[in-house]
C-alpha cells in the first residue's frame, strides 16, 4: 500500500516554472517507481515522466523534455517534479502515481497501482 499526496499545483504565466511534489506515505515508497501523469478537461490522462525507484534512470514524454524534470528522494518520501518554460498547454492536473515496474513499461499509464489525487496546474497566455 502507498499514499501518494500532490502539492505545489497553481497558477503561472506563459514561459514560468513551477514545482510540484508527490508526498508518499510508509517505508514501501523506495519499493516503487514514480511517474507524473497529467489529465486535462476532456483529454486522455497522459504520461510526463517517470523515475526509477532508486532515482537512477528519468524517462519523459517528448512534449516535456527539456522542459520538466523528475526527481526523489527516498529518505524523505518525496517526489518532485520541475516545470520550466511552461506553455499553456501544459495545463492540466497533474497526478503522480507509483508502479512495482521499471524501465520502458513505466511509459503506460495502465502500470501504476497507486495514484494521488491531483494538483491543478494552470498556465496562462
Known amino acids: 500500500q502507498v499514499q501518494l499526496i500532490e502539492s505545489g499545483g497553481g497558477s503561472v504565466q506563459a514561459g514560468g516554472s513551477l514545482s510540484v511534489s508527490c508526498a508518499a506515505s510508509?517505508?514501501?515508497?523506495?519499493?516503487?517507481?514514480m511517474g507524473w501523469f497529467r489529465q486535462a478537461p476532456g483529454k486522455e490522462r497522459e504520461f510526463v515522466a517517470a523515475?526509477?525507484?532508486?532515482?537512477?534512470?528519468?524517462y519523459y514524454s517528448d512534449s516535456v523534455k527539456g522542459r520538466f524534470t523528475i526527481s526523489r528522494d527516498n529518505a524523505k518520501n518525496q517526489g518532485y517534479l520541475q516545470m520550466n518554460s511552461l506553455k499553456p498547454e501544459d495545463t492540466a492536473v497533474y497526478y503522480c502515481?507509483?508502479?512495482?515496474?521499471?524501465?520502458?513499461?513505466?511509459?503506460?499509464?495502465?502500470?501504476?497501482?497507486?495514484w494521488g489525487q491531483g494538483t491543478q496546474v494552470t498556465v496562462s497566455s
Open positions: 502515481a507509483a508502479s512495482p515496474y521499471s524501465g520502458s513499461l513505466l511509459y503506460n499509464v495502465q502500470r501504476y497501482d497507486y
Open positions: 523515475i526509477s525507484r532508486g532515482g537512477g534512470s528519468t
Open positions: 510508509g517505508r514501501t515508497f523506495s519499493s516503487y517507481a
